[in-house]
């Protein structure tokens, strides 16, 4: 008895195709994410932002207690 069973070869079955599927996923959303990271990139923060923050918290302070009248 001889069976006629032919051999399909790899790429024309599905069970490879849906192993690679999430892989290749992953790969095209990571350098969709790289290229948006890149192209829409934040500016760099220069300057004194930190005294400058200070400065702003003290004056909210200050003009909070000169609100009250309890600032003296």
Avoid: K
């Amino acid at each position: 008895m001889q069976q006629n069973s032919r051999v399909i070869p790899w790429y024309r079955q599905v069970w490879p195709w849906l192993v690679m599927l999430p892989p290749a996923v992953a790969v095209i959303g990571g350098v969709a994410t790289v290229y948006v990271a890149f192209r829409h990139a934040d500016p760099e923060v220069c300057g004194h932002y930190v005294r400058d923050a200070f400065a702003a918290r003290d004056d909210a302070e200050s003009l909070a207690t000169r609100r009250a009248g309890c600032g003296q």
